[in-house]
């Protein structure tokens, strides 16, 4: 099949598309296209290789292009060091030299641990994104931010490298979970809150069919999701400026994810809760008013997403985590907050008192 959409991220001498579109698994030539030399890995996971590694396999078998495979065990817990090693391991031991492309096949954590690993084997090597969930087709695998966890927080280990490609096949969203539909959703709303009210309200009027998976409107949603993440990559590649937007209730919601346990909550649920936080902190300030907080909740509601902080979590504990964000600057935290429906700004300059009741009422 060919793409419904072609997107460029412009990076000069690093840009790369992003396809959109249904059934791209069925087109070699997609993925082969962007293959460098004639060899190949393959990384994916023990819930995703079942379903589509086949079709990655069939593409590379028909270019005559040599391929080995990982896969890593499926979830959040395995986006470690350890994961990145395996694939080392495969790329080591089967003779792969600096011509070989990695091809990453799955969500997020593969995508990540997957970049990772092209960006420090032999000093950097050719990768290929294949997002299989609606999270990182619309997020993790579009800008280069690759990486793996560490117990003390989240994404700390990590380095900006860019692939060749995104294949982002909508007909892998049909085997997704629909916890994993929602929170992959919560980055689509995330969109329209930092960078575009009127996406925001089409969410409004359409998140039902949505969550009923439409493939022409998840289709339209990841466009302009992948749109705006391109626009914003392409001005700020290394996150030295307006990129940190796409940090939306992520200071929050890294917290949770750790303070609960990597997997426990996945990614868009955190995130989620932290854009309330983060609607709420800003609302507190008198930045937005109550009604934008108000539509934020119902909509990640409507989307069937948590919007309350755990219960055990304390104040101290949230504090505690994330005090080592990747935002802190000299010992403050920065966060990303709302000055408006579609105007996210990041700032250090917010009242501690309010950020504690934000904290203790959320």
């Known amino acids: 099949m060919k793409p419904l959409h072609t997107l460029n991220v412009d990076l000069a001498d690093r840009s790369y598309p992003i396809y ?5 698994l069925d087109n ?5 296209d962007h293959i460098q030399g004639s060899s190949a890995v393959i990384v994916s996971n023990t819930t995703v290789a079942p379903l589509y590694l086949d079709k990655v396999e069939n593409s590379l078998q028909s270019a005559e292009i040599r391929f080995d495979t990982v896969i890593l065990e499926d979830g959040e817990a395995y986006k470690t060091l350890r994961s ?27 995508g990540d641990i997957t970049g990772f ?16 969930t609606l999270l990182s087709q619309v997020d993790s695998s579009v800008g280069g931010k690759t990486g793996v966890n560490h117990p003390a927080g989240k994404n700390m280990i990590g380095a900006f490298y860019q692939p060749q490609c995104v294949i982002a096949d909508t007909a892998t969203l049909q085997t997704l979970p629909d916890r994993e539909l929602s929170a992959g959703m919560a980055e689509v709303i995330k969109y329209g809150l930092i960078h575009d009210a009127d996406f925001f309200a089409w969410l409004e009027h359409n998140i039902d069919a949505l969550m009923q998976r439409d493939i022409a409107l998840l ?11 391109a626009e914003i990559v392409a001005i700020d590649e290394k996150e030295s400026g307006i990129r940190a937007i796409l940090n939306l209730g992520h200071t929050f919601g890294h917290a949770i994810e750790s303070a609960m346990g990597y ?17 709420d902190l800003s609302q507190r300030h008198g930045w937005i008013p109550l009604d934008i907080k108000q539509r934020s909740v119902a909509l990640l509601q409507k989307a069937r997403l948590p919007v309350q902080s755990p219960e055990k979590m304390t104040v101290e504990q949230y504090m505690d985590i994330m005090a080592i964000d990747k935002k802190v600057d000299r010992g403050v935290i920065k966060f990303v907050l709302l000055k408006a429906l579609g105007e996210a700004i990041v700032t250090s300059d917010y009242d501690p008192s309010k950020l504690k009741q934000t904290l203790t009422n959320c």
């Not at 959109?20 to 791209?24: Q, R, T």
């Not at 070699?28 to 082969?32: D, K, R, Y």
């Open 20 to 24: 959109i579109g249904h059934h791209l």
């Open 28 to 32: 070699p030539a997609l993925i082969n």
């Open 84 to 110: 990145v090693e395996q694939i080392i391991d495969t790329l080591i031991s089967q003779r792969h030299d600096r011509k070989t492309t990695l091809i990453a096949l799955g969500g997020g954590v593969v």
């Open 117 to 132: 690993a092209a960006a420090i084997y032999q000093r950097g090597i050719n990768f290929i994104q294949i997002p299989t």
């Open 219 to 229: 289709s339209e949603a990841i466009l302009i999701s992948c749109r705006t993440k």
């Open 263 to 279: 997997g426990n909550w996945l990614h868009g649920e955190a995130v989620a809760t932290g854009m309330v936080m983060a609607a």
